[in-house]
């Protein structure tokens, strides 16, 4: 067993102005042998400069820069300098709550068979920092199946594809070649893999990550076509994966109908907040794969079989969520 238990690893792009919060938010809770690897992703502003002035002489902090390639290769790049035991993949714009890595040790010591550490999350917004929401929020909490976490997270929405929604054995990372790769939605087969390969979970019942919500960033910003097709193609592969990974029974029927519908729906909101069609191929997607399942109620009926009435009677609440929140023109229509 490594010395290291934990490494966390962070690929930075041009984030000057919340680098250093993040950072400071990990190293109040992260002292050697334990290590934090920071991956200069070909920043082209102060980024660099901030990490070298604040961090160069501190002895947990390790700084490598790489020619810009996405989080993606950034994260693989961490991987193959980690020798902790486990691995946390954090954002350079968000911050990380105290109790993170002494919970983490407790449960490492007490369940030596525990591979994937969970917790929930909450977003705070950039400019009004005291403004904050739920995230991810789990329902069970202690030693579970990880697949059951899954499946709790994907039945009370709150499932996401993102790295920074656990902690991981390094044994699941290579024993199963996990690996990112691509350059945008390159989480979501990873995210799915640690779930899905890991037997053995903890479900912490605090709140430990904080996403910082801005104006400009992938996750809030307008997004293009190109955007979308990724997207999806990052589903279908996800998809796949799941249904290779297990063996086809019950259990895996659950899951699938699980992963389909949150998936789905998913899809269809990012479309509507965006302001733009839901994508032909998302209908067809669930129009063919939801023939496979079968719907719990009204609702899901919907969904599965009249899409795109679904889509509209979805899209006239989510304009009427946005004009009160004041995100649109009151005279903006439906689309």
């Given at each position: 067993?490594s ?7 962070i690929?930075?792009?041009n984030v ?16 050697t042998?334990?290590?934090i ?7 082209t502003d102060?980024?660099l ?5 604040h961090?160069?002489s501190?002895?947990?902090?390790q700084?490598?820069?790489?020619p810009n390639g996405g ?7 961490g ?7 486990f ?8 911050r ?6 002494q ?7 007490r369940?030596?068979?525990v591979?994937?550490?969970?917790f929930s ?13 739920s995230k ?10 990880a697949?059951?976490?899954?499946s709790?997270?994907?039945?009370n929405?709150t499932y996401?594809?993102?790295?920074w ?12 070649q ?9 989480d ?10 890991s037997?053995q ?8 990550y904080?996403?910082r919500v801005r104006v ?6 307008s997004?293009?076509?190109?955007y979308?097709l990724?997207?999806y ?10 249904m ?9 029927d ?5 992963y389909?519908?949150h998936?789905?729906?998913l ?7 965006n302001?733009?069609?839901v994508?032909?191929?998302v209908?067809n997607?669930?129009?063919?794969l939801g023939?496979?399942?079968?719907a ?9 079989n009249?899409?795109e009435l ?10 009427k969520?946005?004009?009160k929140?004041s ?9």
């Open positions: 067993m010395e290291k238990q934990l490494s966390v690893i690929p930075t792009y000057e102005k919340y680098i250093v919060e993040c950072v400071d938010s990990l190293l109040a809770q992260i002292s042998p334990n290590e690897i920071i991956v200069n992703d070909g920043s102060g980024t400069a901030l990490l070298n002035q961090y160069a501190q002895p947990q902090i700084i490598v820069t790489v989080a993606g290769l950034a994260r693989d790049k991987i193959e300098l980690a020798q902790g035991e691995l946390f993949f954090c954002d350079p714009d968000d990380v709550a105290l109790g993170l890595v919970e983490l040790q407790q449960v490492a010591q369940h030596p068979d591979e994937l550490f969970c999350s909450t977003t705070f917004d950039h400019e009004q920092p005291q403004r904050c929401a991810v929020k789990h329902d069970l909490a202690g030693l579970q199946p697949q059951q976490v899954l709790s997270l994907l039945r929405g996401t594809s993102a790295a929604n656990y902690i991981l054995k390094r044994t699941v990372v290579d024993n199963h996990l690996r990112f790769e691509q350059r945008v939605h390159e979501h087969c990873f995210s799915l893999g640690a779930f899905l390969k037997r979970a903890w479900v912490s019942e605090k709140s430990y904080q996403q400009g960033s992938l996750t809030n910003g997004k293009n076509s190109d979308f990724q997207r193609h990052a589903f279908m592969q996800a998809y796949h994966d799941l290779t990974t297990l063996e086809k029974n019950t259990w895996r659950r899951l699938q109908k699980e389909l519908l998936s789905f729906r899809m269809i909101y990012l479309s509507l907040y302001r733009t069609p994508p032909h191929y209908i997607a669930i129009r063919f023939r496979e399942i079968k719990t109620g009204f609702k899901e009926w919907l969904l599965l009249q899409p679904f889509i509209r009677l979805q899209n006239y609440k989510v304009v969520e946005m004009k929140i995100l649109i023109p009151k005279s903006v229509p439906v689309v």
